[in-house]
């Protein structure tokens, strides 16, 4: 119950290469991950591994566990796109589909799968992502205008009540901040660490202060590695390893 | 900044005010033993006192905590070294308080040398003063700060003045010697709670205006 994911010797090659090498660690149910490390250290190849985003990858194959509801989804046969209902991800650029209204771009997931009948129930779950997403109040008199029509933060927030429109219950986010304006960033720094209450996020993050507001658990990878694990204080005041120290102090990277 | 990030802020100036509560009530019923010759009050100074303790440490690792992960600046970033600051002159007013529990343990087991008078008096404006330090540190009032710092010559005049008169006793009769020097010890200790409250003052004006006005 602890823990939402279980990795165990995780290991990942594009073709010859060798971009993940036997990361071992746990994801805690309902709290903040931020996977952080320089440009090339893996962290965006890991966390595309735990919804199986490389599977259409050519030369990509992965080795060990990924524990996911009491299935390794490397091997078990699972459906990639139930898994990923399950395991949501929102993108570095964000990509509401751009002639979609705001509307249909939270409500598409419930569509494609189904598992609503009535307008006034999807309008339902449209309603509480958006507000969930923190943009209700700055979109509801707005929800028929194309979704590309927003700004970048509010693009940002909209693709996350998609994501959270499907009810994951792990969310990925990969380099969420990293095309938004100052402003934007806080807006959907504050929105993670809201919602990490209610959910367990995974972001990936070279900016090592978001690392630092935002999340409760920090791994630190270098060169395909898993170099350091743990809470956030004690990543940020006492890491126990020397190159973890030497990276946030600016020592190196 | 973030709701979680003002939350933090706000629970680290109740944490300092809730130490800073407990050091005040140490201080005065200490005295208040030791003049009231009411010894069942010592005990309940030194289990504050363990509270005091777990607040030093607590207080230190929060704030800590919030410089690594939130990156104060300005005057957030004043605020949590004020913080820092102000803890460290806090657990010191409660060891000082402890300090004279252990002198009154002493002096309540023989006569008075003479009635008190100068003491409660030092130990009332020492009250006052970091009352009056703590309410500045919440309000972020540098007028009472700078008020407060004044008092602060006030206290130390008392404790000469203790020290002067026991001298008086202790060549007329050698016996009163040990009691004297007691009571001269529990001055001493008011005077140093007197300037912790005046570090803290001093902490609370960089805090508000950015201004050292240390050793001036």
Redesign the interface.
């Known amino acids: 119950m602890e823990n939402a994911i279980a990795i165990n010797h995780l290991s990942a090659w594009f073709g010859e290469n060798q971009v993940l090498n036997e990361i071992t660690m746990d994801i805690r149910r309902n709290s903040v991950t931020s996977v952080m490390g320089p440009s090339g250290c893996g962290k965006s190849t890991f966390i595309r591994c735990l919804n199986r985003m490389h599977d259409l990858t050519p030369g990509f194959r992965m080795a060990g566990e990924i524990l996911f509801d009491g299935r390794n989804i490397i091997t078990d046969r699972i459906d990639p796109v139930l898994l990923r209902r399950k395991v949501g991800m929102v993108f570095q650029q964000p990509n509401p589909f751009p002639r979609m209204s705001v509307f249909d771009n939270v409500a598409v997931g419930l569509r494609f799968n189904g598992s609503m009948k009535s307008r006034a129930d999807i309008a339902e779950v449209v309603e509480r992502s958006l507000r969930m997403a923190a943009i209700w109040d700055e979109l509801k008199d707005h929800l028929d205008r194309p979704g590309s029509s927003l700004s970048g933060g509010q693009q940002q927030r909209l693709c996350i009540a998609r994501a959270l429109a499907v009810k994951p219950e792990v969310l990925l986010m990969d380099e969420p901040c990293s095309a938004l304006d100052p402003v934007s960033t806080a807006k959907i720094e504050e929105l993670i660490e809201d919602l990490g209450d209610r959910y367990t996020i995974v972001v990936v993050t070279h900016n090592m202060q978001q690392a630092a507001r935002i999340s409760d658990f920090v791994a630190f990878f270098l060169m395909g590695v898993l170099v350091e694990m743990d809470k956030s204080a004690k990543i940020f005041t006492n890491p126990s390893d020397k190159r973890t120290e030497e990276y946030i102090t600016g020592r190196f990277g | 900044m ?4 003002s939350k933090e802020l706000t629970n680290l100036k109740e944490m300092v005010l809730r130490m800073g509560g407990l050091a005040e009530t140490m201080t005065h019923r200490a005295v208040q033993a030791l003049v009231d010759r009411k010894r069942e009050i010592l005990a309940e100074v030194v289990e504050m006192e363990q509270q005091v303790d777990r607040l030093h440490i607590d207080i230190d690792e929060i704030a ?2 919030m410089i ?4 104060p600046t300005a005057t957030d970033l004043r605020f949590i070294t004020a913080a820092m600051k102000i803890n460290t002159d806090l657990e010191r007013i409660g060891d000082q308080a402890i300090n004279i529990v252990e002198k009154a343990e002493e002096l309540l087991a023989v006569p008075m040398v003479k009635p008190l008078i100068d003491i409660p008096r030092m130990a009332g404006i020492a009250e006052e003063m970091l009352k009056a330090a703590l309410d500045a540190f919440v309000q972020g009032d540098v007028e009472s700060a700078y008020r407060t710092i004044e008092k602060d010559d006030a206290v130390d005049q008392l404790k000469d003045q203790v020290f002067r008169e026991l001298l008086t006793f202790m060549m007329a009769d050698a016996s009163t010697i040990a009691r004297s020097m007691d009571l001269i010890l529990v001055s001493r200790h008011l005077e140093r709670i007197a300037d912790h409250a005046t570090n803290i003052c001093e902490d609370v004006i960089f805090m508000v205006k950015g201004k050292d006005v240390r050793h001036q």
């Open positions: 973030t709701k979680r990030y800590l905590g690594a992960l939130r990156q």
